[in-house]
């Protein structure tokens, strides 16, 4: 089957940084995404990984190694509107977007 | 700007009362999905239609249909609500090319509520 791993919930403080992680077992794999959502509201974009190594965009950044089956997201000087879920979703072999349940990120001041 | 629109934004249906659910874009993209998210699930994609050509996921229920009558358009039927149906319904597209599905954009979505 296919499976992808976050963790449920992490905290972290306002002004540091904290990395959500993400593996995953697909059949094939074509590319990851992550994506934050807000409570209430549709995903929106954060980066796309197809080959190892770390992307870096502003605040965030995504890495991926796919020898490991595996990605981060990290975001520095987390602020209070970080706070929501972020979802890994990977395209396996047959271009299909498998998606993970997301981590829901706290962030307290 | 360029965007995906879903209308309404909320819906209340009763029990057993066929809905409609709207979405259209300005985007052009070839590839439209609708997706069912429960609260703190994953997305879980109902169908996705790659041009004309319609992909229903082996696991949705029958009483889940779709159209898209146009490029810009697409809509998702209930045909007969249950309980269990409420939750918040996601419309995406994207530019579909022959490296891959692209990255999707997500219209503000549904929230279906089943009295």
């Known amino acids: 089957g296919q499976n992808i791993d976050q963790p449920t919930e992490m905290t972290a403080t306002e002004g540091a940084i904290v990395q959500i992680n993400c593996t995953y077992q697909t059949s094939g794999f074509n590319g990851l995404f992550w994506y934050q959502q807000h409570a209430g509201e549709a995903p929106t974009f954060l980066s796309y990984n197809v080959l190892d190594g770390l992307e870096e965009k502003g605040r965030f950044s995504s890495f991926l190694s796919r020898s490991k089956g595996y990605s981060y997201l990290l975001l520095k000087e987390l602020q209070m509107k970080d706070s929501a879920s972020y979802l890994c979703a990977v395209i396996d072999s047959n271009y299909q977007l498998i998606w993970g349940a997301g981590t829901k990120l706290i962030i307290k001041p | 700007d360029a965007m995906v629109i879903q209308n309404p934004r909320y819906q209340v249906t009763q029990f057993g009362k066929p809905v409609t659910l709207s979405c259209s874009q300005t985007?052009?993209?070839?590839?439209m999905y609708w997706y069912q998210q429960k609260s703190s699930q994953a997305p879980k994609l109902l169908f996705h239609y790659y041009d004309k050509d319609f992909n229903n996921e082996a696991d949705t229920p029958d009483n889940f249909q779709s159209r898209r009558p146009n490029t810009s358009f697409c809509f998702l039927d209930i045909r007969s609500p249950g309980l269990g149906d409420a939750a918040m319904y996601l419309c995406a597209t994207s530019r579909r090319t022959g490296t891959g599905p692209g990255e999707q954009y997500f219209g503000p979505g549904t929230r279906l509520t089943v009295t």
């Open positions: 985007l052009n993209h070839n590839v």
